[in-house]
């Protein structure tokens, strides 16, 4: 009896005895992959579908967006229902992966890449898949993956146009591929990240079903591929990294170009390699007991914890009638907390001036607040500069939020 339940046990096995005719295909490794999605849309759904059906053994979906009815023409994922009630797009995907296969973990994370997501989470992953469509957010998540040592897909589409390209540290890099103009657009969003501009809408871009297929199954194709790292380094699959994938279909043409670019003095280039792991430091501790975890654990007189991600507003003001408002929120939420204000909302954006914290020591006046409530994400890894150097500490109390083992 026990004997045919083992057996029935092997049959039910995801992927038995179809991919195992694939010569490259190991199922062990395909298993504990870890993956990110950041992005949930139509390229996004088309990744993380492929992603479920090869059995990718640990997925984990970011976006902060919620479904809307424009999405359903193109997101395999997402029913009427959904945009109904405006759920969030990566708690539906999350929930139709795993219904497509339940053998798999997902974790999801309704927010931003940067924001709300923690260099630790990047840290774990053997690969991160990007299906954004806006520069400003590709040149976030590549600067993370950099940090983090990871590798990373991206992918974008429009109209029957598509094109995917792999970055990794030390061979390809976003940025360095970068016009100056296009540089020059970007740093200008990132210096007006709070109140000066609220978000923009940029419009859609003109998709099809049919392109975010094409594109999205080559992403996962090279996914797969940096994977199997064994395989890459033996010469069996070629990637593309330091390559451009490009698909116009519009007359059914594929080309693939050089496009490797990785200057010495670009600022995406930093590499935190070597991290301290404090046990009991989460981004749930006290910003007064956190620094006395550092000083502690470093062995230091004096800390202080440099905001890389996301400034810490705690006054706006407005030149018109010199109103002062308290937000006491990470900047990338002060757009939200502008709109939802009518007096901040109806003012001039040149009128507003906010009070912003990009490090913070022991002279910071709110000592009281968490980590997380000024800005930092759970298992973030945080740069905190002393007297003895500069220091990357991981958030490691906050690794047990995730539901599967990410050190497996």
């Not at 993370?144 to 109209?159: S, T």
């Not at 995917?164 to 103009?181: D, S």
Request: glycine share 6%; charged share 30%; proline share 3%.
């Amino acid at each position: 009896m026990e004997e045919e339940k083992k057996e029935e046990k092997v049959k039910k096995e995801w992927g038995k005895e179809v991919f195992d005719l694939l010569s490259w295909y190991q199922t062990d490794v395909v298993k504990k992959a870890k993956v990110m999605v950041v992005g949930a849309g139509a390229l996004g759904n088309e990744v993380l579908k492929n992603l479920a059906l090869f059995g990718v053994g640990n997925i984990v979906i970011v976006d902060f967006d919620t479904i809307e009815y424009s999405n359903l023409t193109r997101s395999v994922l997402f029913r009427e229902a959904d945009a109904d009630k405006g759920l969030y797009k990566s708690e539906v995907a999350a929930r139709k992966v795993k219904e497509i296969n339940p053998n798999i973990n997902v974790q999801y994370v309704c927010g931003r890449l940067d924001a709300d997501v923690g260099l630790g989470v990047y840290r774990k992953m053997d690969v991160v898949i990007g299906c954004l469509d806006s520069r400003l957010a590709r040149m976030q998540l590549n600067r993370l993956c950099m940090r983090a040592n990871v590798p990373w897909v991206e992918g974008g589409i429009e109209n029957l146009t598509g094109s995917v390209r792999v970055y990794r540290q030390g061979e390809n890099c976003y940025e360095c591929g970068l016009t100056e103009n296009a540089k020059m657009n970007i740093f200008m969003q990132l210096s007006c990240a709070g109140i000066a501009h609220r978000n923009e809408d940029l419009g859609r871009t003109p998709t099809t079903p049919v392109i975010a297929s094409i594109i999205g199954a080559v992403q996962v194709q090279e996914a797969m591929k940096l994977i199997h790292k064994e395989e890459v380094r033996e010469g069996v699959f070629s990637t593309l990294t330091g390559k451009w994938f490009h698909y116009e279909g519009m007359h059914n043409k594929v080309s693939v170009y050089d496009s490797a670019a990785f200057d010495d003095d670009c600022p995406s280039h930093e590499c935190w390699d070597e991290v301290l792991r404090i046990p009991k430091l989460g981004a749930d501790t006290r910003i007064s007991d956190a620094f006395l975890m550092l000083k502690e654990a470093l062995t230091v007189k004096d800390v202080e914890i440099n905001l890389r991600n996301d400034k810490f507003v705690d006054i706006i003001v407005s030149r018109h009638n010199n109103q002062r408002f308290t937000p006491m929120l990470p900047e990338s939420k002060i757009p939200d907390y502008v709109d939802s204000n009518y007096d901040l909302y109806t003012s001039s954006r040149s009128e507003l001036n906010q009070n912003a914290y990009e490090n913070i020591d022991e002279n910071f006046p709110y000592k009281r607040l968490t980590l997380r409530e000024i800005g930092i994400p759970h298992y973030d890894v945080i740069e905190v500069s002393t007297e003895k150097g500069i220091y990357h500490v991981e958030l490691a109390a906050d690794e047990n939020r995730f539901p599967f083992n990410l050190n497996e």
